[in-house]
T-cell receptor, first 118, second 112 residues
Framework: GAVVSQHPSWVICKSGTSVKIECRSLDFQATTMFWYRQFPKQSLMLMATSNEGSKATYEQGVEKDKFLINHASLTLSTLTVTSAHPEDSSFYIC??????????????FGPGTRLTVL | GEDVEQSLFLSVREGDSSVINCTYTDSSSTYLYWYKQEPGAGLQLLTYIFSNMDMKQDQRLTVLLNKKDKHLSLRIADTQTGDSAIYFCAERFYNQGGKLIFGQGTELSVKP
C-alpha cells in the first residue's frame, strides 16, 4: 500500500509552453500533498503545500503564478509550470500525506518527474 | 529557524559500518526521518524516529537521536554495494502542516 504515482515521469518541452504534472495517491486519501523541486546533486526544496479544496501555500520565493497548483480531489494534485523556461528544468517530486488516523500522517513520495525545457 | 545540515560525502568499504550524521536547528520537530535516493529515482523512506526517543534499530539500520545537541545519525551495519546512494535526513514540523525540511544529502559510496 501507500503508493504515490507521478505522471509524466519525464517531459521535454519548448520554452514558453506550459507543462502539467500529476501526483496521485493510489490507495489512500491525501488531504495534503507537497511539491518539491530538486536540482542535480542537491537537496529537495519544498515549493508548496497543496490542500484539497483550498488554495496552496507557497514557500517564500516561489512564484504562485508561475507554479499553479490544483488539489481538486483527495487523490490528485497537479502542478502546472506556466510559460516554462530553461531555468525551470529540474526534477519535481511530490509527496502525499495519508489522512487516515492510523497512518500518523506519514508522507509518501512519488517517483519524480524530470522536466527539461529547451 | 529551519536548517538541516549533513556532510556531503562518505566512502566506506563493503562489510564496514557506515555512519551518516545530521544536525538540525528546530527543537519543535516531532519526527526525524532518513530517506534513500538512488540515481534518477524518488525517495525511499528508510526509517524514522519520534523526537522523544533516543534510539531505534531496524535490521541493519540504527538511528541515534541526541535531542540536546540536535544531532541525528544513521548507522548502516555490514554496508553493501547496493547501499550506495544519497541519504537525506529530514525533520517534520507539526505546527506547519507537517512539512518536511531536508538536509543536503550525503552521498554514500561503497567500495568492494
Amino acid at each position: 500500500g501507500a503508493v504515490v504515482s507521478q505522471h509524466p515521469s519525464w517531459v521535454i518541452c519548448k520554452s514558453g509552453t506550459s507543462v502539467k504534472i500529476e501526483c496521485r495517491s493510489l490507495d489512500f486519501q491525501a488531504t495534503t500533498m507537497f511539491w518539491y523541486r530538486q536540482f542535480p546533486k542537491q537537496s529537495l526544496m519544498l515549493m508548496a503545500t497543496s490542500n484539497e479544496g483550498s488554495k496552496a501555500t507557497y514557500e517564500q520565493g516561489v512564484e504562485k503564478d508561475k507554479f499553479l497548483i490544483n488539489h481538486a480531489s483527495l487523490t490528485l494534485s497537479t502542478l502546472t509550470v506556466t510559460s516554462a523556461h530553461p531555468e525551470d528544468s529540474s526534477f519535481y517530486i511530490c509527496s502525499a500525506r495519508d489522512s487516515s488516523p492510523s497512518s500518523y500522517n506519514e508522507q509518501f513520495f512519488g517517483p519524480g518527474t524530470r522536466l527539461t525545457v529547451l | 529557524g529551519e536548517d538541516v545540515e549533513q556532510s556531503l560525502f562518505l566512502s566506506v568499504r563493503e562489510g564496514d559500518s557506515s555512519v551518516i550524521n545530521c544536525t538540525y536547528t528546530d527543537s519543535s520537530s516531532t519526527y526525524l526521518y532518513w530517506y534513500k535516493q538512488e540515481p534518477g529515482a524518488g525517495l525511499q523512506l528508510l526509517t524514522y524516529i519520534f523526537s522523544n526517543m533516543d534510539m531505534k534499530q531496524d535490521q541493519r539500520l540504527t538511528v541515534l537521536l541526541n535531542k540536546k545537541d540536535k544531532h541525528l545519525s544513521l548507522r548502516i551495519a555490514d554496508t553493501q554495494t547496493g547501499d550506495s546512494a544519497i541519504y537525506f535526513c529530514a525533520e517534520r514540523f507539526y505546527n506547519q502542516g507537517g512539512k518536511l525540511i531536508f538536509g543536503q544529502g550525503t552521498e554514500l559510496s561503497v567500495k568492494p
